[in-house]
């Protein structure tokens, strides 16, 4: 098969995953097309470099952040992921219960992708990074231009208002059920 | 025993602190040693150790939660087949499609507005035919009425063109990358090429069926178009004036050409251009034109206040000549009186010509009259130059063409022309090199199909200009026509060239075949008496073999090879 066939075969299977990916960065699905069309067409030049031993979902996962993430400094929604990081590492000293059970009792979907992407760029962004695209603390700190320690700090943030998000949710439901 | 944070627990859960995990090497010692104080402490205690394992629960659970919303959540758009973007492409297509149709507009208005009609009369006025007053006055009777809609729509054609690729273009890069720029880049370089310092000028058209008068204090910056009955210009015109009336006067000043077709024309103001009058009467009074007079009418007279920088060129039956003409002066009239100045020759094919008192003649005087006492000279003419006497005009056009060195000079350079492209032809298109004339009713029917397409495709080309829109493919049309025409006798003669050497070797080259061709229908079109029949015979065999060769395009075999 030509590498044009085999790009064409890898563009169907990995479309929808790097749209998705882009729609989590971007969270409109116009501007989500876009970056993913973009994502695909930089690795389609870039096709002659892949080694086919490595997964083609790493490859090209680790392009179209990049290309996303480009676009939210364009479009100014990228702020500085660094403020006020000291007051936030001092903060995190005392654990905070967790709400796991929240979240692994939680059936609406919908109510977990509204918390995400209800979350601000510098926590939603490191997030999708680390769970849905599983880039190492290192790597999303390269991509971010900060250091692994940071990453766990907006992970944690990430993480936090996510159960907060839920939580309520959970709390307004069960109350909207009691009054039924 | 202080409890390790929740941050720290959960890098820990994720590996985040791990130095021995996947990717970790640029953790070094540093969290090489967070990563040992937290696992020892994990080890010892069970609320940490129970608080890590929920972390990991929690992340596998969101990674879990993540990739099945992809699924269920986002509605993932029907991805197609792959094609890279193309946003520059788009932009480049945009900005060329943009560009073109700007100059497309601009050559439109000067060629067929201005070059192509002013250059259209300036030919056929010089071609001596006796009726081309009533011609071009039929053409322009036609232009009076059917003109204005056919520019209109012509020029809606364009507008809607252009339209219409800006609206792709603009379509095709909205909302991508670089669209901002890519639409101001687009608008600018049309602005700009509008904008250029225009070699024309904008359109004002007036169409009225009893007058139109620009009154003398008026200026219009455009070039102006009048059809009506009787147009009185006193006004000044910053462009070209075109006027089409029955009786016209023009006395304001003209910065372009002027343009008048009408029964009686009277000129008096200043034209910054050229000047082309058809009508019964021209006559100019106190006008001073800086470029040249192209005249045809009944009578035609130009005053002692009148005067041109450049020639003047009259086809009348009477012209009365008390001017001043910079340059040289060729009329073709019945009667010719020339009592003003002249800076260059006069070339007169007339009946009579008289240069009456204190005419003056910079250089000589070339005429041609059924006898030579026809040219009457006053006493106190001026001549600087000589005076030559070349008989009838029917016996001039008779003289041996073969005893002119311009003829040979003419063939060789049409043999040189035609054996370039020739070669060109073959070599580019093969298939022309292999067509071959059937036997009987064969030969004949290639012949019928190429005089029909002689007869017929210019006939269908001037119905499609008629058609309003079709002017552009109308043009496109006639050039094919005129390339066809000079193409068939090359393939007739490669033809004939191939059919001969054919005897001689098996194959015949190119070259040889094309040079042999080429010197027998050279000389067969050139001989006394047949060379027009087998000219006309050699053009219509070899329209008739492109045309049969295009026919049958779709059932020729593939090329070898």
Redesign the interface.
């Known amino acids: 098969m030509s590498d044009s066939g085999a790009?064409?075969v890898l563009?169907?299977e990995y479309?929808?995953?790097v749209?998705?990916l882009c729609?989590?960065f971007l969270l409109a699905?116009?501007r989500a097309?876009?970056a993913a069309?973009?994502t695909?067409?930089r690795a389609?030049?870039a096709f002659g470099h892949y080694q086919p031993s490595r997964p083609f979902w790493h490859w090209i996962a680790a392009i179209a952040p990049r290309h996303c993430l480009d676009q939210l400094k364009?479009l100014g929604r990228w702020e500085d992921i660094h403020v006020d990081s000291n007051a936030e590492?001092e903060r995190?000293?005392?654990?905070?219960p967790?709400a796991?059970d929240v979240?692994?009792a939680?059936e609406n979907?919908?109510c977990?992708?509204d918390a995400?992407d209800d979350l601000p760029e510098k926590y939603r962004v490191p997030?999708?990074l680390?769970?849905?695209v599983?880039l190492?603390?290192?790597?999303i700190a390269t991509l971010l231009g900060t250091n692994?320690?940071h990453?766990?700090?907006l992970?944690?943030r990430a993480?936090q208002q996510?159960r907060r998000c839920l939580q309520q949710t959970t709390e307004q439901k069960t109350l909207h059920g009691g009054v039924e | 025993m202080s409890h390790p944070t929740e941050l720290n627990l959960m890098m820990y859960a994720e590996e985040g602190l791990n130095p021995t995990a996947p990717n970790q090497e640029a953790l070094g010692q540093e969290g090489g040693a967070e990563w040992r104080r937290v696992h020892n402490h994990v080890k010892h205690c069970a609320t940490c150790r129970n608080a890590v394992d929920q972390l990991r629960q929690e992340t596998q659970g969101l990674s879990s939660a993540l990739a099945m919303a992809t699924c269920t959540s986002i509605e993932i758009p029907n991805p197609g087949q792959f094609q890279p973007k193309r946003g520059l492409r788009d932009l480049t297509l945009a900005t060329i499609a943009v560009t073109l149709t700007t100059a497309l507009v601009q050559w439109s208005w000067k060629a067929l507005f201005e070059e192509l009609i002013l250059g259209g009369i300036a030919w056929a006025a010089s071609t001596w035919t006796p009726n081309i007053y009533t011609v071009s006055h039929q053409i322009f009777l036609f232009m009076q009425e059917e003109g204005i809609d056919m520019f209109y729509n012509h020029l809606a054609l364009i507008i809607t063109v252009i339209g219409l690729l800006s609206l792709f273009g603009v379509s095709s890069i909205w909302r991508k990358s670089g669209a901002v720029p890519a639409v101001l880049l687009t608008l600018g370089v049309g602005t700009t090429l509008i904008g250029l310092p225009p070699q024309s000028h904008a359109l004002q058209i007036i169409q009225q069926d009893d007058s139109v008068i620009v009154a003398a204090s008026e200026t219009i910056n455009d070039t102006l178009l009048i059809t009506t009955r009787t147009a009185t210009i006193h006004g000044d015109i910053m462009g070209n004036l075109f006027v089409a009336a029955e009786d016209i006067e023009v006395t304001g000043d003209i910065s372009g050409n002027l343009l008048t077709v009408a029964d009686n024309v009277t000129i008096s103001g200043s034209i910054g251009g050229m000047t082309v009058s058809l009508a019964d009467t021209i006559i100019f009074e106190d006008a001073n034109i800086a470029g040249d007079l192209w005249l045809a009418g009944d009578t035609i007279k130009l005053d002692a206040t009148s005067e041109t920088q450049g020639n003047l060129a009259s086809f009348s039956s009477s012209l009365a000549m008390k001017a001043k003409i910079a340059k040289d002066m060729l009329v073709a009239a019945e009667r010719v009186v020339v009592s003003g100045a002249i800076g260059g020759n006069l070339n007169a094919a007339t009946k009579h010509i008289s240069l009456l008192d204190y005419a003056t003649v910079g250089g000589d005087i070339i005429y041609r009259t059924s006898t030579q006492d026809q040219l009457v000279l006053g006493d106190d003419v001026i001549i600087q130059g000589e005076i030559d006497y070349q008989g009838k005009p029917q016996n001039f056009q008779a003289r041996n063409r073969f005893q002119s060195d311009r003829f040979y000079l003419w063939e060789l350079l049409w043999f040189v022309g035609a054996f370039v492209v020739g070669w060109l032809l073959f070599t580019l298109a093969p298939s022309l090199g292999r067509v071959a004339l059937g036997h009987g009713k064969e030969s004949v029917k290639t012949a019928g199909i190429g005089f029909l397409v002689l007869v017929t495709v210019p006939i269908v080309a001037v119905i499609i200009a008629i058609t309003v829109i079709g002017l552009p493919l109308s043009f496109i049309t006639i050039v094919a026509w005129l390339t066809a025409w000079y193409l068939a006798k090359i393939v007739l003669a490669h033809l004939i060239g191939r059919s001969i050497l054919a005897g001689r070797s098996e194959h015949s080259g190119l070259v040889p075949a094309l040079f042999v061709g080429l010197i027998i229908v050279s000389i067969a079109i050139n001989l006394p008496f047949l060379g027009g029949v087998l000219n006309l015979l050699a053009t219509i065999l070899g329209l008739g073999l492109m045309a049969q060769l295009w026919l049958n395009r779709d059932s020729r075999e593939p090329e070898a090879g």
């Open positions: 790009f064409e563009y169907r479309y929808p995953r749209f998705a729609r989590r699905n116009e097309e876009d069309q973009e695909f067409t389609y030049k364009q590492i995190l000293y005392a654990p905070e967790l796991i979240l692994i939680s979907q919908a977990l992708n995400i997030l999708v680390a769970y849905f599983h190492s603390y290192p790597e692994r320690n990453v766990g700090i992970l944690l993480k996510v």
